[in-house]
T-cell receptor, first 118, second 114 residues
């Protein structure tokens, strides 16, 4: 079974509108971290936002927020006020296990291609 | 601030030739280092990670090897490239024992094996 599922291969959003990119995860480990990365056409993976499994509040970073629903095992990325420069691939990723305890692998989803329409 | 460099940016190599990709990190000490491969239109697959000089862990058995000769240098190598080695190779670093261990990626190397 996939550990990270991104069900939207592609999404379109109008400039200045908000968009939600879906991510569900599968783990039995009580300690884990969830990450979102942006990959523009240049290829570089850009870190956007992090949510720890024990964090009480949803993470926010500027126009990015993470809608963390632990019971449903979902970690959706919300981008507010979309800009043309937001057009890119977006990847959800998970790290299982305790920090520094040998849990170094990030498991990535297959990504969602976001296109912002002027 | 920390920066991560990779070179070359693009590489075209014949099947059977050797490979050496280099990654260096600036502005931090004792980082964890990682090599990932991304096939076209796919997510990333972890190939190797390192928690210190000379310490390499492999996640996927393959035609590739990695070395860490210096604290902030990570090298991906192959003695004989295969067609299936084509892809986009990304190096990443994360702070040691930090609360999040967020991984930060370099610009990547596009490798085409013909």
């Amino acid at each position: 079974a996939q550990k990270i599922t991104q069900t939207q291969p592609g999404m379109f959003v109008q400039e200045k509108e908000a968009v939600t990119l879906d991510c569900t995860y599968d783990t039995s480990d009580p300690s884990y971290g969830l990450f979102w990365y942006k990959q523009p056409s240049s290829g570089e993976m850009i870190f956007l936002i992090y949510q720890g499994s024990y964090d009480q509040q949803n993470a926010t970073e500027g126009r990015y927020s993470l809608n963390f629903q632990k019971a449903r095992k979902s970690a959706n990325l919300v981008i507010s006020a979309s800009q043309l420069g937001d057009s890119a691939m977006y990847f959800c990723a998970m790290r299982e296990g305790l920090t520094g305890a040998g849990s170094y692998q990030l498991t990535f989803g297959k990504g969602t291609k976001l296109s912002v329409i002027p | 601030s920390q920066t991560i460099h990779q070179w070359p940016a693009t590489l075209v190599q014949p099947v059977g030739s050797p490979l050496s990709l280099e990654c260096t990190v600036e502005g931090t000490s004792n980082p964890n280092l990682y090599w990932y491969r991304q096939a076209a239109g796919r997510g990333l697959q972890l190939l190797f990670y390192s928690v210190g000089i000379g310490q390499i862990s492999s996640e996927v058995p393959q035609n590739l090897s990695a070395s860490r000769p210096q604290d902030r240098q990570f090298i991906l190598s192959s003695k004989k490239l295969l067609l299936s080695d084509s892809g986009f190779y990304l190096c990443a670093w994360s702070p040691r024992l930090a609360a999040r261990e967020t991984q930060y990626f370099g610009p990547g190397t596009r490798l085409l094996v013909l």
